[in-house]
């Protein structure tokens, strides 16, 4: 036998049974973004590499290790996309999208990172994300905010926290960089190999740190919160005061740095405890430099991304009841009424708005073709036989109900009566 293929690591294949629960997730995302007037915009999955390490950072982990880079045919450096918010501001800039005018736009799609998977981490996932472009005030901050609290409320997602931060303007940032790498190397053999490093290309990242050991050395390290310059101190307090009003509760956690460089002022994420490690669900924040460091005008982006996997995860634990059985499916036995059959599944589906009619393919006598029907989930079972041809009729039995007792349409009153059933919800 032929060895048999294997999908890559980290790359989940999403089956039949589980597709229904990502539909639904993904028409609820869709909505609710409509409600906010986010209009969608379609990215490439590749974009060439530089784009990449120009955002994100050339010394973050994303684009240090974690980045499926390769040379295309002709030599160019091209990257699977780790993110969506460097190919939206590109795709801005190149179309003019930014020129005297404000944007909402929403994405949405695969992913990638060589990450080490584990639950709620892998190589390919998918994330819709928000971006909001030529805003500069808390009130877009505040609304993202409110829109993705929004999605929670209609997910039925509870057990989720918001943790706040800022970061302030790259220029305070800067200057409580040097605060904290004077702090670091003071203390430096309590650093891990991990810190130590990171104290040389990106000593913020410490302050994110999981490992219990370097708790006290962090509780004690300078607050990036006592040295935000005035205007994002003032822009902090806005959003705050804003969702206070809104009911929005909130954590500030001065830890919060974020993996990407691209941030400054206002970010968020939105975690939860019922997903073990892997617990941010959304996440995202200002990035007001972006654009222009892109080569573009100097407008603000602001924005965020949902994890879609993890939302899955928090949603079947819910143990969601979607339908997706057939409504009907059509038995048919005899030549004749396998070709009146065809005709009339056809005829069905134009007459019932959003009918779910299975037309049994590869013959059978009755009872076999029974024993799929009862398979298949449906609620009726359709029957065309010789009689039925002869007639112009349809039999018509109930699979599930108690009351399953078979009888006999008109032809002409089928699709009445599906529609009736579809109305009442079976
Ligand atoms: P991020 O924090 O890197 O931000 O990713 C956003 C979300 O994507 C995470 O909170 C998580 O739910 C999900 N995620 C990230 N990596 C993985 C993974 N390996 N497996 C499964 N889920 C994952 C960004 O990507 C920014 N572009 C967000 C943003 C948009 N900021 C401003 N606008």
Redesign the pocket.
């Known amino acids: 036998m032929a060895k048999q293929l294997q999908a890559i690591r980290?790359m989940n294949d999403i089956l039949p049974d589980e597709s229904a629960l990502w539909q639904r997730l993904e028409a609820v995302v869709r909505e609710v973004l409509s409600a906010y007037d986010y209009q969608e915009i379609r990215l490439p999955i590749v974009e060439k590499t530089e784009l990449f390490a120009r955002s994100i950072g050339e010394v973050t982990d994303?684009v240090e290790k974690e980045m499926y880079t390769f040379n295309d045919r002709g030599g160019d450096s091209l990257t699977l996309r780790?993110?969506?918010?460097?190919g939206?501001v590109r795709a801005c800039i190149e179309h003019g999208l930014l020129h005297h005018q404000t944007q909402r736009l929403w994405y949405a799609g695969p992913?990638f990172?060589y990450?080490r998977?584990q639950k709620?981490?892998?190589?390919q996932?998918?994330?819709v994300?928000?971006?909001a472009y030529g805003m500069e005030g808390p009130d877009i901050d505040a609304e993202l905010i409110c829109l993705s609290a929004r999605l929670w409320q209609r997910l039925g997602i509870r057990q989720v926290t918001l943790q706040l931060n800022s970061l302030g303007s790259s220029a305070a940032r800067a200057a409580y960089r040097e605060r904290l790498v004077a702090y670091f190397t003071a203390r430096h053999s309590e650093l891990d190999e991990d810190s130590q490093r990171r104290l040389r290309s990106n000593p913020l990242r410490i302050l994110d740190s999981k490992n219990p050991a370097l708790r006290p050395l962090l509780a004690e390290a300078p607050s990036l919160l006592d040295h935000l310059d005035p205007e994002s101190l003032a822009h902090f307090e806005a959003l705050k005061a804003l969702l206070d009003t809104a009911g929005i509760p909130y954590e500030i956690n001065p830890k919060l740095v974020?993996?990407?460089d691209?941030?400054c002022k206002t970010v968020f994420?939105?975690v939860t405890e019922t997903l073990g490690a892997?617990g941010?669900?959304?996440?995202?924040?200002?990035?007001d430099g972006l654009i222009e460091q892109l080569g573009g005008q100097a407008v603000s982006?602001?924005?965020?991304?949902?994890?879609?996997?993890?939302?899955i995860a928090m949603l079947a634990a819910n143990k969601p009841a979607i339908e997706t059985a057939p409504h009907a499916y059509l038995i048919m036995v005899g030549d004749a009424a396998q070709r009146h059959g065809l005709a009339l599944a056809e005829r069905l589906r134009d007459q019932v708005p959003g009918l779910r009619l299975r037309m049994n393919c590869g013959g059978g006598g009755f009872k076999a073709q029974f024993r799929r029907a009862d398979t298949s989930g449906a609620h009726f079972a359709l029957i065309l036989g010789e009689n039925e041809v002869a007639t112009e009729s349809v039999s018509i039995k109930p699979l599930r109900a108690t009351e399953n007792q078979q009888h006999t349409l008109a032809g002409d009153q089928v699709a009445a009566y599906l529609r009736a059933a579809i109305l009442e919800k079976l």
């Open positions: 980290g994303i780790p993110e969506g918010t460097a939206c992913m990172r990450e998977p709620g981490r892998y190589r996932f998918h994330q994300g928000a971006e974020r993996g990407l691209y941030y994420e939105w892997q941010t669900i959304c996440a995202g924040g200002r990035y982006g602001v924005g965020f991304a949902l994890g879609l996997e993890r939302l």
